[in-house]
């Protein structure tokens, strides 16, 4: 779990290479937001790249990084997908999923070269990309009466909420609005004790 407010995330597509003893390694990183994204990105570079001999990747996902995982794909173990997301975990990045793909030489590297090979070539494509920090937010939905859409409005940005969305009509009103994490807890108690409105956490962006 993070500790902190913020997460780190590719901005692109980007593309690296590694050489070694007649091996190349060629990396690709894409950022991604699920599971499904990543299969196709894992099926188009095998389209592409047909005559390679290893398709070794690593991917986390989620502000949290909470779910990860590493593929050798016939390597040693640990050669390939764990080297891999050892470059993504020392950048701190999530939302990312790294595939490096191998044509062989002819000549053996060894356990060490092939993780010195894999290792380089994500940490090209990461390097050839661009990071960003983004603030974790919490949405909330608050449901209130039309006569309170003033109070309620001003009670939002007066706790340095974003309204994203505002549902008005003579009726029942609702606003959807996100807010800093290491806000969320202090403002979500604030509303609560409002006997004018609901409000109900949504997700986590």
């Known amino acids: 779990m993070l500790f902190d407010d913020t997460y780190r995330e590719i901005t692109r597509k980007s593309i690296g290479l590694y050489k070694e003893k007649n091996s190349k390694f060629v990396s690709y990183a894409f950022h991604v937001n699920s599971e499904e994204e990543i299969k196709k990105h894992i099926s188009n570079i095998k389209y592409i790249e047909k005559g390679a001999s290893h398709y070794c990747y690593a991917y986390v996902l989620y502000n949290d990084r909470s779910n990860w995982k590493v593929s050798d794909d016939g390597e040693p173990r640990s050669t390939g997908g ?73 009670l939002v940005k007066n706790n340095k909420a974003n309204i994203i969305e505002k549902k008005i009509n003579t009726n029942d009103c609702k606003i959807l609005f996100e807010v800093n994490r290491v806000q969320s807890e202090k403002i979500f108690n604030i509303f609560k004790k409002e006997n004018k409105l609901e409000i109900k956490y949504l997700k986590t962006i």
């Open 82 to 154: 764990k080297p891999i997301l050892g470059q993504i975990n020392k950048h701190k990045l999530t939302n990312i999923i790294i595939i490096v793909v191998r044509y062989y030489g002819g000549i053996k590297l060894g356990i060490t070269g092939l993780i010195r090979s894999y290792k380089s070539a994500a940490l090209d494509a990461i390097n050839n990309n661009q990071i960003i920090s983004k603030k974790i937010q919490d949405q909330y939905e608050i449901s209130f009466q039309y006569e309170h859409i003033n109070k309620m409005i001003s």
